[in-house]
């Protein structure tokens, strides 16, 4: 679930006066008359003839503990089975001990996720109602249960920051990330705190507080950072302060991945390359890997340098570098590198599908490549599926991409945007792909489409966040740990 935006904590009672009110719910489930014969056959009638619920509300918090008892026992289909339970929680929604009540759903065969479950008792019921019996529940129950009664609590945004700093000591890795997650939500106002548990402790716990403040990226913090440097022992403890120290202190906070630092890889559309800038960008390259994704990006940086002089110096150099000794199956060459000559030559691979450097899209050209291309891809087809409009789109979501990566210290390589021309009407259906990969290459190809049919639009801005970064724990990523951008950029 997410957190609200400014959500209220709830005032928690002692976890004593909790645990004595949870004496007396057990009491309660255990009592003998509810189990009599009379009521056995009672709820199995209303359960079959679907009637009202109505008529048994005096017997409240008693009947459902009832229909909890009969569920557990009966071979019932898991929609019945949800309905049932549900219903019957309905019938006392107002009763003090529902909501703890409803966490015994968690036992049942309900064909619903327990983060789903859990999201639905919270809106049922309401966070005042809720969060003491989820509190008293994580700290009690035993197996998968207790990890997602964390969970929900830590991302409801309703406990205070003690919570939060307690569960960084929990024994489960996924209640520490939860916590970390809502500790960076609380920003600055919770440094002073994350600093006084980088000394001593588990090492587990002053490891999610480096990883806090290297998120957060707060410089009141670098003099705490400091001195945990100089007495940790532990070498993934070492790690993260290393990387906290770097995000909080103001001299290096502008750094990027690679060494890459003050090279305009990314830059707005209209913007002519210095001339020592784009020399210095080549020989970064040159040195560098020598991969798919590097020579991407310098043919990003040719591109760039065709509008000035500094092409054929460029070129030069990088014969002199060895790049003939670069595999020629990496170096695929790009639509519109025919002329002139000794660019052509630098590339002589070939890709299976039509591309371009970014830089096309950023001028004119963009049109001429997708005029050209498409008449062959989409020359079945009676109408142009990629919109005009769709190149103007595409550019904004790269520079805006591009700028998020930037900030974020992560390399652009990690970049994807896609953008579909119309689908067709069922799940699978074809569709013409104007894609970015490699962070500075551009594609056209007809794909397949996950989507029912749509009109032409932007399908996705994601970038894939390493293991470790910081954005890991500000973002909720997919199973492919890939970020979607498009509501953090407003695309």
């Known amino acids: 679930m997410e957190a609200d935006v400014n959500p209220t904590p709830v005032e928690m009672p002692p976890l004593r006066a909790l645990e004595e009110e949870e004496v007396r719910f057990n009491l309660a489930m255990s009592r003998p008359d509810y189990d009599s014969g009379e009521r056995q056959k009672r709820a199995r009638a209303l359960f079959g003839a679907h009637g009202r619920w109505d008529q048994y509300l005096d017997e409240g918090f008693a009947f459902v503990v009832l229909v909890h008892q009969w569920a557990g026992q009966e071979q019932l289909n898991a929609a019945r089975l949800?309905?049932?339970?549900?219903?019957?929680?309905?019938?006392?929604?107002?009763?003090?001990?529902?909501?703890?009540?409803?966490?015994?759903?968690?036992?049942?065969?309900l064909d619903i996720s327990r983060s789903r479950y859990l999201d639905w008792i919270g809106q049922r019921f309401g966070p005042r109602l809720v969060a003491p019996a989820f509190y008293l529940a994580a700290h009690r129950a035993e197996g998968y249960p207790r990890v997602?009664?964390?969970?929900?609590?830590?991302?409801?945004?309703?406990?205070?920051?003690?919570?939060?700093?307690?569960?960084?000591?929990?024994?489960?890795?996924?209640?520490?990330?939860?916590?970390?997650?809502?500790?960076?939500?609380l920003g600055p106002g919770v440094v002073p705190e994350l600093a006084g548990l980088l000394q001593g402790g588990r090492s587990e716990t002053r490891f999610c507080a480096a990883r806090c403040l290297e998120a957060i990226g707060d410089?009141?913090?670098?003099?705490?950072?400091?001195?945990?440097?100089?007495?940790?022992?532990?070498?993934?403890?070492?790690?993260?302060?290393?990387?906290?120290?770097?995000?909080?202190?103001?001299?290096?906070?502008?750094?990027?991945?690679?060494?890459?630092?003050?090279?305009p890889w990314a830059y707005a559309p209209g913007?002519?390359?210095?001339?020592?800038?784009?020399?210095?960008?080549?020989?970064?390259?040159?040195?560098?890997?020598?991969?798919?994704?590097?020579?991407?990006?310098?043919?990003?940086?040719?591109?760039?340098?065709?509008?000035?002089?500094?092409?054929?110096?460029?070129i030069d150099y990088l014969y002199e570098a060895g790049i003939d000794d670069w595999p020629q199956t990496t170096r695929v060459r790009p639509w519109g590198w025919e002329e002139p000559e000794r660019l052509r030559d630098l590339a002589p691979g070939r890709r299976a599908h039509a591309w371009v450097p970014?830089?096309?899209?950023?001028?004119?050209?963009?049109?001429?490549?997708?005029?050209?291309?498409?008449?062959?891809?989409?020359?079945?087809?009676?109408?142009?599926?990629?919109?005009?409009?769709?190149?103007?789109?595409?550019?904004?979501?790269?520079?805006?991409?591009?700028?998020?990566?930037?900030?974020?210290?992560?390399?652009?390589?990690?970049?994807?945007?896609?953008?579909?021309?119309?689908?067709?009407?069922?799940?699978?259906?074809?569709?013409?792909?104007?894609?970015?990969?490699?962070?500075?290459?551009?594609?056209?190809?007809?794909?397949?489409?996950?989507?029912?049919?749509?009109?032409?639009?932007?399908?996705?801005?994601?970038?894939?966040?390493?293991?470790?970064?910081?954005?890991?724990?500000?973002?909720?990523?997919?199973?492919?740990?890939?970020?979607?951008?498009?509501?953090?950029?407003?695309?």
């Not at 309905?83 to 003090?96: G, R, Y």
């Not at 939060?164 to 916590?179: G, N």
């Not at 700028?403 to 390589?413: A, D, F, M, T, V």
């Not at 962070?439 to 996705?460: A, D, M, N, W």
Request: aromatic residues 6%; hydrophobic residues 45%.
């Open 82 to 109: 949800r309905k049932t339970w549900m219903t019957a929680l309905f019938s006392i929604e107002a009763h003090p001990l529902a909501p703890r009540l409803a966490l015994e759903g968690l036992g049942l065969d």
């Open 358 to 491: 970014v830089d096309v899209f950023m001028g004119k050209r963009g049109e001429e490549f997708l005029n050209e291309t498409l008449l062959t891809l989409e020359k079945t087809l009676k109408v142009r599926r990629l919109k005009h409009r769709d190149v103007g789109r595409f550019v904004q979501a790269v520079v805006a991409g591009w700028q998020w990566c930037r900030e974020q210290g992560l390399p652009y390589e990690l970049l994807e945007v896609r953008i579909d021309g119309g689908c067709g009407e069922t799940a699978g259906a074809t569709t013409t792909v104007l894609e970015l990969f490699g962070g500075f290459g551009v594609q056209v190809l007809r794909g397949r489409s996950k989507e029912t049919y749509k009109p032409s639009g932007l399908r996705y801005v994601a970038v894939k966040i390493p293991q470790g970064h910081r954005a890991e724990l500000r973002h909720r990523l997919d199973s492919r740990r890939r970020l979607d951008l498009m509501p953090v950029l407003g695309l």
């Open 148 to 185: 997602a009664i964390w969970e929900w609590l830590l991302q409801s945004g309703f406990m205070g920051k003690g919570l939060y700093l307690a569960a960084l000591d929990d024994a489960s890795s996924r209640v520490r990330q939860s916590a970390m997650q809502a500790l960076i939500k």
């Open 219 to 263: 410089g009141s913090a670098l003099s705490a950072i400091v001195a945990a440097l100089e007495a940790e022992s532990s070498q993934k403890v070492l790690q993260a302060l290393g990387k906290a120290r770097d995000a909080c202190d103001p001299a290096t906070q502008g750094w990027q991945v690679g060494g890459a630092a003050g090279l």
């Open 271 to 314: 913007t002519r390359l210095d001339f020592n800038d784009g020399l210095s960008m080549v020989r970064a390259v040159a040195y560098g890997q020598r991969n798919a994704a590097a020579w991407i990006k310098l043919c990003n940086v040719l591109e760039r340098l065709r509008h000035n002089s500094a092409l054929a110096m460029a």
